[in-house]
């Protein structure tokens, strides 16, 4: 299977990570979303990375789809429950933790590329107000357990892992950890993991 994407994409380096968990081999094609010569658009239609070709050359997006297909293969555990209510449980993680990445995205691209529309206060406001919330749910739900879900590696940690790692990585000037101890212990931990590490956003540029 072949993986289009960009080290710089927190959605990318989510399904890597997966991959990687799962020991799963693929084809990694860096490749941006919608530059003229991206080959993306033409297996999804919105444009968007990461998006993944099967070996039978059907596409899949986005990455909460790449990842629940991907749990099917490889020779590591599964990542997804299969019992329903954990299943729900696990996916709500996996929500909550992309929520945080959109919005880091969002403010990153815009500090970047300010538009007339998006470039107040108010927007800044609200946007890191999504994080700040995410967070405190995050560090109650996750409470003094050593894993989010389940006592051992899942979706849901890999989740939290990437979009911590993203937040550290995009807005370095944002400090959580003191105001959330036990993500901030869990981060550290996933952090180095080999996962994590073969797929840091510096890598493989
Ligand atoms: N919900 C999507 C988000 C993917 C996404 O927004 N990717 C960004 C790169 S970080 C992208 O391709 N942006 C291009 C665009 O929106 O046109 C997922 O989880 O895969």
């Given at each position: 299977m072949k993986l289009f994407g960009?080290?710089?994409?927190p959605f990318v380096r989510k399904v890597r990570v997966f991959l990687a968990e799962k020991n799963i081999a693929y084809d990694y094609i860096v490749a941006r979303a919608s530059t003229p010569d991206s080959p993306v658009p033409s297996f999804n239609p919105l444009a968007k990375i990461p998006t993944l070709v099967r070996d039978d050359g059907r596409a899949l997006y986005d990455s909460p789809v790449i990842v629940e297909y991907l749990d099917a293969f490889g020779s590591g555990p599964k990542l997804i429950p299969e019992d329903f209510e954990s299943r729900i449980e696990v996916k709500r993680w996996e929500a909550l933790c992309d929520g945080i990445a959109e919005a880091t995205v969002a403010i990153n691209h815009e500090y970047r590329e300010p538009t007339e529309k998006q470039r107040s206060a108010a927007w800044?406001?609200?946007q890191q107000s999504k994080?700040?919330?995410s967070l405190v749910f995050l560090e109650k739900d996750l409470g003094k357990?050593?894993?989010c879900f389940g006592g051992r590696l899942t979706l849901a940690d890999i989740c939290t892992g990437y979009a911590l790692g993203y937040l550290d990585y995009a807005?370095?000037?944002y400090e959580w950890r003191s105001k959330h101890p036990a993500l901030a212990q869990l981060a550290l931990r996933l952090k180095s993991r080999p996962s994590f590490i073969g797929n840091d956003h510096s890598a493989n540029r």
């Open positions: 960009t080290p710089g994409s800044f406001s609200k994080i700040d919330r357990n050593d894993w807005l370095p000037d």
